[in-house]
């Protein structure tokens, strides 16, 4: 069955770089996009970005300087990098395959 | 970017209710239009896709609809489990972008 699985450092200095890894199973990144989704402590749902089954990119407009979004297929694995990081960006961070099959989430935390 | 203007915000019902929460688009986004349930401590899960179609497992009482630029979603006959928030999100283009959100709670 699909199964997507968010992994990461948990904590992270301020002006530092996050790397969060989603690991997927039950289909192929090939034939499937990839979103990241974060929502803030009590907040909202936020699109971060994307990678698409031909392994083009998009991101949110307010972020795009700063990420980066990658996989390896060979491992089913998609990676998001975030550099600058601010407290504002203390969130959980979701992946999902097509917005209909989601992981459980890994808080990020920014903090010195 | 397109702009998704949900409302309300806060939405007090009773069990038994017929409930409606909108979303307007600031541009045509046709019918990419999807909407979220979120429990608290969970993930998000689809409800609606295409802006009218249900989810695989989604009961019945809920549906979504078009009226132009505004989409709705519906619930029937709010049951207590149905206690939530929920989010719209267009996917016509890049970047995505989501409704502030709906907090759906007993009065």
């Known amino acids: 069955q699909v199964q997507l699985k968010e992994s990461g450092p948990g904590l992270v200095q301020p002006s530092q770089t996050l790397s969060l890894t989603c690991t997927v199973s039950?289909?192929?990144?090939?034939?499937?996009?990839v979103h990241w989704v974060r929502q803030p402590p009590g907040k909202g749902l936020e699109w971060v970005g994307a990678?698409?089954?031909?392994?083009?990119?998009d991101y949110n407009s307010a972020l795009k300087s700063r990420l980066s979004i990658s996989r390896d297929t060979s491992k089913s694995q998609v990676f998001l990098k975030m550099n600058s990081l601010q407290t504002e960006d203390t969130a959980i961070y979701f992946c999902?395959?097509?917005?209909?099959?989601w992981g459980q989430g890994t808080l990020v935390t920014v903090s010195s | 970017d397109i702009q998704m203007t949900q409302s309300p915000s806060s939405l007090p019902a009773s069990l038994g209710d017929r409930v409606t929460i909108t979303c307007r688009a600031s541009q045509d986004i046709g019918n990419y239009l999807r909407w979220f349930q979120q429990k608290p401590g969970k993930s998000p899960r689809l409800m609606i896709y295409g802006a009218t179609n249900l989810a695989a497992g989604v009961p019945s009482r809920f549906s979504g609809s078009r009226s132009g630029s505004d989409y709705s979603l519906t619930i029937s006959s709010l049951e207590s489990e149905d206690m939530a928030d929920y989010y719209c999100?267009?996917?016509?283009?890049?970047?995505?972008?989501f409704g502030a959100g709906t907090k759906l709670e007993l009065k």
């Open positions: 999902n395959k097509a917005f209909a099959y």
């Open positions: 990678i698409w089954s031909g392994g083009s990119t």
């Open positions: 999100l267009q996917s016509k283009e890049s970047p995505n972008t």
């Open positions: 039950g289909f192929s990144l090939t034939s499937n996009s």
